[in-house]
């Protein structure tokens, strides 16, 4: 179990991370990889990866097992940096920091001889490690990044609404259902015993689309304290083929599809259904219709809390009304 020990002043300073983190997807990523118990959801991005991996990629895998410890210096970003800052940083790592995250990591197995240079900083196999991981994303990730983009930002509206709604604490006691608050602990499931005192630090909390079943954190909570959790599959298909999305495009030329897209992008925190059809006038039945068409097409995410769906733009929606307008 792990505890995570908030005070007033932690529950003031809770924080939503600005976007999807490519480092943290992209370790948590191979974790979904290398176990075969997966969510079927992952299948078809599963399928193309592999497909894609080269020995040098399957050697940094064995860096973020699925189980048991993965060097927290791997993910030293919270969402805040994009993927060139972030594997700057994890360049940057000090030696001794490298030494410590990799002897956790070698006490679970028989280091190769690369992790072991790594180990002793040296310089190269830090660059070659670097260098794999950003190949790495450019080979897996980037085709995919707008729909975990676009996943992740959906999560954040749907919190960050919660928090203007109902306040900060309500958003810890319904995050996920591996979670338990009570006040002002904040119990989750984990594998190993621990506590978090944050101190006055607050707590960032990261929302990812290949984090599974529990939430994770660091080993070493010195700095900003973060939690990545996962999130539920959003109400669209995981992945669209490029053929069969073009194929629902089709159904978004009309005037009030185009009006619920804009009236969805107009608010960064997305509109509600109800929103959306007291804003165009149109029954709640037509709205929720005509978002779902919009959402089977990748042009809307929407994520249920309670009573209330909440719709939110993806990359590609933003995209196709820059150009389509309210025609």
């Not at 943290?24 to 075969?36: K, P, Y």
Request: aromatic share 6%; glycine share 8%.
């Amino acid at each position: 179990m792990l505890r995570i020990h908030f005070t007033a002043s932690d529950l003031g300073r809770l924080r939503l991370a600005a976007n999807a983190d490519p480092l943290w997807e992209a370790m948590l990523s191979q974790h979904v990889l290398t176990d075969g118990g997966s969510h079927p959801r992952f299948d078809a991005w599963r399928d193309t990866a592999r497909a894609r991996l080269t020995p040098q990629m399957r050697a940094l895998m064995t860096l973020a097992p699925p189980r048991g410890y993965t060097p927290d210096f791997l993910t030293p970003t919270h969402g805040q940096a994009g993927l060139e800052a972030g594997l700057n940083l994890v360049g940057a790592t000090p030696a001794h920091l490298l030494r410590a995250d990799l002897d956790l990591l070698t006490g679970q197995g028989t280091p190769a001889a690369w992790t072991r240079r790594l180990a002793d900083g040296d310089g190269h196999a830090l660059r070659t490690l670097t260098a794999t991981m950003r190949r790495y994303f450019e080979a897996t990730l980037a085709a995919f990044w707008d729909l975990i983009r676009s996943e992740v930002a959906a999560e954040r509206a749907l919190r960050a609404r919660i928090i203007a709604d109902r306040g900060s604490e309500w958003v810890l006691a319904t995050l996920h259902p591996t979670m338990r608050w009570q006040p002002p602990v904040l119990h989750i499931v984990y594998p190993h015993d621990r506590d978090i005192h944050l101190n006055g630090r607050g707590l960032t909390l990261l929302p990812s689309f290949f984090c599974r079943r529990a939430p994770i954190t660091l080993r070493v909570c010195e700095g900003e304290p973060i939690l990545v959790y996962p999130i539920e599959p959003a109400l669209r298909p995981a992945v669209h083929t490029g053929p069969a999305l073009r194929r629902e495009l089709v159904a978004l030329l009309g005037h009030t599809r185009a009006s619920v897209l804009q009236a969805v992008a107009s608010s960064p925190y997305g509109r509600t259904t109800g929103e959306l059809a007291g804003q165009l006038r149109i029954s709640l039945s037509s709205a929720s219709g005509h978002a779902a068409t919009l959402r089977k097409a990748g042009l809307l995410t929407s994520r249920t809390s309670g009573r209330q769906t909440l719709h939110t733009i993806t990359a590609l929606g933003e995209s196709l009304l820059g150009g389509m307008g309210t025609s």
